[in-house]
């Protein structure tokens, strides 16, 4: 089978990364690095090597050796180059977030169809093995209803001058529970907090609180402040609860035998009847987890989607899903109050 | 020095705890044991003891050889045995919260002081070494303004038939805020969010969010309905950040050396100034906190207070504090909004 | 059902313990405490009290309101005390170990066996939820054969006087294995080696190795010279691994579905027949302990076997096995060999 | 500054470790890959890249374009591939272990020494951000005299065809001690045992005891049939305690500022005089390590110590001393006994 041909544009942070990865990819075969400085494409494209250094968005988008175009670029250029390699033929991997406005994400989403070319979201955490489990395990019913959703992630990371914290970390979790919820973000009015201690002009930390379709709760909470990571993950279902620990290598996702039940019982001293809660305890199951990373499994499934001419499993749609929470969230941090969705979410 | 004389009206859940407690102490004498079920005191009591058994409050609280009582019944009750006791002139010691509402608090404070006796909350956390050692370390400037609290507290717990999740389990969280931080319990409108996934008529989860006067944000989260156990207490500082897991006896507090600061740095790209963020990443530090259970502490308190006629740490106030909270936190579940206190709460 | 009346010989450190659990248990009425200083005595019963002070031990044993004796003095007392105990028709119980000696340990089994009276040791670690669910585990087939045994125990400890760590820690280790191996203590010679690195003139820390029958193999560590804790235990098998953390609350046993097997595959480069050992990589499982503290649990189990007229699961013919193995330890750090057993172990 | 220039011979298990960490490192130039296999060096050097492939290790190391040769195949090639690279004047990266047989060690460091070229052993492990940590901190007085460590290395892992458990990862184990200790390995008669219990014909796993010279020891567990993972690296000294534990990511490294001293007090029951330990209990300090790969660190190693003239940090010495303490090992195994050091090992 031959390769597909991928060039990525964006030689900064993420760049290379997907770079890494597309170059140990037996699906891929990486033609050009392009950034405007070309000292730093050169180096992600290191000594002794053919791949080609481009400068030139525009001239890259027309190279027809090649099949797509990966780009790792600020959000604001997102939409610009993305449209602009549509229209040429390519395919196209956006980085998260797809776009910084919901009209350039829904026009992206138009040109793609328009063009039959994938538009793939790198939504990396969903192509974990964690992630993938979680997906299965509740899809299998094994947590049975979800009850509530706990995600924190508390991460060092830069402020942003242009986005706040819930821009730059929350499609994390978004994207996460767009994959692995039966109802994805078809979510109610959101609640959201946030705090600027350091007089940054945004919030920094912040809270966020989506009722789910059948009375559930997903919480999300996100941190710039903190130099102290924690990335904890919790599903609460009426029959197992999982946690999942990003930062535990050894055993990252733990399958808890332990469900909740109501039950009526006469509460004699009150004269009445008292509902209760009952609890099974059973046992925690640690699942063994294939290996790989996440970004090689990302790239494996955006050649695979283009082979096999059908959306990828983090499309484009489930970008404009994640912008959509997060206008809202946005919207609740403005006023005080909680938000509906602007528009339809549901999968 | 004489030992203070002691009786525990109460044999339930908590009395018991709070029996051999005063027990263990070489501060206080147990006279007697009072519940409306005597088979169930005497159990308390043990064998080959003469502690006595009592059924009937009004003729405990009015026994002479009793200096303090300590009162372990539902919190509907609280108010009515307090102040009897008080009233015949005991010192009191109250499980939380303090009453069911903010009139009978308040009373239960000006009686105390009308009669001049001690009336003690049993924050039962705020005695822990764990706590104690926060509150130092906040105090000693070692963390610097603090920018937010992070507080989880999933705890297996039965529905309780008249109250929520957040006067159930919040009050340790408040409890605490109001002892370590020192602007205590004074914070802005609260936002809370809560979920009733099982139909009970009342919140088993929810979320709270009280901003700090400095600009920062204490989160108080809270949850039935896991049977899955997570007690862990984040206090996000300028100069270092502490981490406290109470299931953790090994490392219960770690102070990590890490702090953030503003720095402002020419954007050429952007042609501006950019705000930045610059994080301080030092080691982790593991304090070895003294022994002791905090039961123990607790009513050594309770006796130094008596001794010393000084209000004990936890004070009716501080009761009075939470329950403030917690009205709040009501409403703003029933109204989706942020809501201010009722009342000045500032130490 | 009566209670069994019980008397405990020893206020020192672990009395203490024994007198608490005496006294929360439904099986035992505790009519006396023995000590030869009364104070220390007294302050054990507690106030309010009419358990009885004794510091006349040849008294206490021919009590007749008393069935049987708890023995929590220093090891070089035991086999006296014991014995006389049991002259006295009393049931016995004894803190670990068993003697200083194989000749009183034998006479001890020797007379409570003419006397036809329960001879108990305290091997407390017995008692414990995770090493009953770890015998049942190894007897279910479900780890197959044991390939080995790895159990560290260091401790923070005084340094005895007459004692070396061997005879201090590794009683536990000693009567763990006696207890969850389907061969015991049934091992080939023995290989210790020990240091003693602050001159105290005996072992501080060491090291012991013991053949099990088909080929396997128990490591002891054992330490007195680190102030941090380490219990751990591993049991691998051919089917699964068993990770014992006793320091692990919230996790304490984990069974690994992982196990090995051998397997010939030619070897074409070396031509020849390569062996290889296969890998079975399965999931984790953290089973649902019962709750119950061991000591509990421990007298619980002396209460049956004295009304069920049966030895106790850990008498004294364990508590001789312990010994044999612990002369054997001794030999071979004084000899630099390995070292058979004294005498026959089988279970 | 020029790049120094490498070819990589073996591309099996190792060797594309080696390759992608002299492609990614500023001071090196890859310049070819050689394996037997041409297909299988092909694919480590990648698409789109001028690295030679070779087959021929004598074409090799006679090219001019090459400076330096690390060589990442089977032990028992090592002595015929290293001399031949350094007798055409190139410089030489082994992998551990440095030789199957003590002559064939010695004969490379001469070789090594009589051209002047570095021979320099893959010894990765030291050049761990911990282990150097490990290193410092023993040399600033800060554990103080070392009482004794205890290393565990317990790894899934083939049985190789010709050597037992203790040549294949306690290379790991002793070229630490090696690295760390004031006096590396220059330790007393060694203790091992092992155990075979799937008959393999070689020990599967072992523990070995290596006195150290203040009085204090040094074991080492290594263990092939257990697939699950554990790697624990403890030094217990007066002053304090460092515990390493590599499968931590967030706190591989903690110094517990605890440590024992010895005290003489009067025993007054016994007339006579009672050593006791007295423990320092302070708190624990986990270090921020500098971060680095240690297969990057190791690289810029072996150019600075070419570029400096100088022996590198594990030079050919050091693999020789592990040889030294691995041939005693051998012995005691097959001996039962205690085996002096067959040649002087001290640094």
């Given at each position: 089978?031959?390769?597909?041909?991928i060039?990525v544009?964006g030689?900064?942070?993420?760049?290379p990364?997907?770079?890494?990865?597309?170059r140990?990819?037996?699906?891929?075969?990486?033609?050009?690095?392009?950034?405007?400085?070309?000292?730093?494409a050169?180096?992600?494209?290191g000594?002794r090597?053919?791949?080609?250094?481009?400068?030139?968005?525009?001239?890259?988008?027309?190279?027809?050796?090649?099949?797509?175009?990966?780009?790792a670029?600020?959000?604001?250029?997102?939409a610009?180059?993305?449209?602009?390699?549509?229209?040429?033929?390519?395919?196209?991997?956006?980085?998260k977030?797809?776009?910084?406005n919901?009209?350039?994400?829904?026009r992206?989403?138009?040109?793609?169809?328009?063009m039959?070319?994938a538009?793939?979201?790198?939504h990396?955490?969903?192509y974990?093995?964690?992630?993938?489990?979680?997906r299965?395990?509740?899809a299998d019913?094994?947590?049975?209803?979800?009850?509530?959703?706990?995600?924190v992630?508390?991460?060092?990371?830069?402020?942003?001058?242009?986005i706040?914290?819930?821009?730059?970390?929350?499609?994390?979790?978004?994207?996460i529970l767009?994959?692995i919820?039966p109802?994805?973000?078809?979510?109610?009015?959101v609640?959201?907090?946030?705090?600027?201690?350091?007089?940054t002009?945004?919030?920094?930390?912040?809270?966020?609180?989506?009722?789910?379709?059948?009375?559930?709760?997903?919480?999300?909470t996100?941190?710039?402040?903190?130099?102290?990571?924690?990335?904890s993950?919790?599903?609460?279902?009426?029959?197992?609860?999982?946690?999942?620990?990003?930062?535990?290598?050894?055993?990252?996702?733990?399958?808890h035998?332990?469900?909740?039940?109501?039950?009526?019982r006469?509460?004699?001293?009150?004269e009445?009847?008292q509902?209760?809660?009952?609890?099974?305890?059973?046992?925690?199951?640690v699942?063994?987890?294939?290996?790989?990373?996440?970004?090689?499994?990302?790239?494996?499934?955006?050649a695979?989607?283009?082979?096999?001419?059908?959306?990828?499993l983090?499309d484009?749609?489930?970008?404009?899903?994640?912008?959509?929470?997060?206008?809202?969230?946005?919207?609740?941090?403005?006023?005080?109050?909680?938000?509906?969705?602007?528009?339809e979410?549901?999968?």
């Amino acid at each position: 089978m031959d390769k597909l041909r991928i060039a990525v544009i964006g030689a900064g942070y993420w760049g290379p990364n997907l770079v890494r990865n597309f170059r140990n990819s037996p699906d891929w075969d990486l033609v050009a690095v392009c950034d405007l400085d070309p000292q730093r494409a050169a180096r992600v494209v290191g000594d002794r090597s053919t791949v080609a250094v481009e400068t030139d968005v525009s001239r890259l988008v027309h190279r027809d050796d090649v099949d797509a175009i990966a780009i790792a670029t600020p959000a604001r250029t997102h939409a610009d180059l993305a449209i602009a390699a549509l229209e040429a033929g390519k395919h196209v991997l956006v980085e998260k977030p797809l776009a910084t406005n919901l009209e350039d994400a829904r026009r992206m989403v138009q040109v793609a169809s328009d063009m039959g070319r994938a538009l793939m979201l790198d939504h990396t955490f969903c192509y974990t093995p964690a992630v993938r489990h979680i997906r299965q395990t509740i899809a299998d019913g094994v947590i049975g209803d979800v009850l509530y959703v706990d995600s924190v992630r508390i991460n060092l990371g830069l402020v942003q001058p242009d986005i706040n914290v819930f821009w730059d970390l929350a499609p994390h979790d978004l994207s996460i529970l767009d994959f692995i919820l039966p109802s994805g973000l078809d979510v109610g009015p959101v609640t959201a907090t946030g705090a600027d201690p350091l007089g940054t002009g945004r919030a920094c930390l912040g809270h966020a609180s989506l009722p789910l379709p059948g009375g559930g709760i997903a919480n999300i909470t996100v941190n710039w402040l903190s130099p102290t990571k924690i990335r904890s993950f919790v599903v609460g279902g009426r029959k197992s609860t999982l946690v999942w620990d990003d930062l535990n290598p050894m055993q990252p996702v733990a399958l808890h035998d332990r469900g909740v039940h109501m039950a009526k019982r006469p509460d004699d001293l009150a004269e009445r009847t008292q509902l209760t809660v009952s609890y099974h305890m059973g046992d925690i199951h640690v699942p063994a987890l294939p290996g790989g990373e996440a970004l090689g499994l990302m790239v494996e499934e955006f050649a695979a989607s283009i082979r096999e001419g059908r959306p990828p499993l983090t499309d484009g749609e489930s970008g404009l899903r994640v912008l959509t929470v997060l206008h809202a969230i946005d919207e609740s941090l403005a006023t005080g109050r909680a938000v509906a969705l602007q528009q339809e979410v549901a999968r």
